[in-house]
């Protein structure tokens, strides 16, 4: 099992930035990858950005690209979503998630989410 608790939402301006916080606790040694996923009102949940445990190898959605940053700690077992640039479509509850087995489809645990509000 593992434990997913994200944190660093809020309500900002457009051009503003936040940054997310992810923590990871349990079987976290068994973590392949970590991916930042959003839910927009009346929208399905999105992926935005997803890191490699061990490479660091990064994606990103495109409409993300250039303006957030995932990383991770490896010591603190914490993954981050440095969000710059927001805009109001960027509205939107995010969600980590861990997958702890590449060899199946989809992501084994998920955090409760954290709202994102960005105003013009």
């Known amino acids: 099992q593992v434990q997913l608790v994200e944190s660093g939402g809020g309500a900002v301006q457009a051009g503003d930035s936040l940054r997310l916080s992810c923590a990871a606790s349990?079987?976290?040694?068994?973590?392949?990858?970590m991916g930042w996923f959003r839910q927009r009102p009346g929208k399905e949940r999105d992926p935005v950005a997803a890191?490699?445990?061990?490479?660091?190898?990064?994606y990103y959605a495109d409409s993300v690209k250039g303006r957030f940053t995932i990383s991770r700690d490896n010591a603190n077992n914490t993954v981050y979503l440095q969000m710059n640039s927001l805009k109001p479509e960027d509205t939107a509850v995010y969600y980590c998630?861990?997958?702890?087995?590449?060899?199946?489809?989809?992501?084994?645990?998920w955090g409760q989410g954290t709202q994102v509000t960005v105003s013009s």
């Open positions: 349990g079987r976290t040694f068994s973590t392949f990858s």
């Open positions: 890191i490699i445990w061990l490479t660091a190898y990064t």
């Open positions: 998630a861990a997958d702890l087995d590449p060899g199946s489809p989809g992501y084994d645990y």
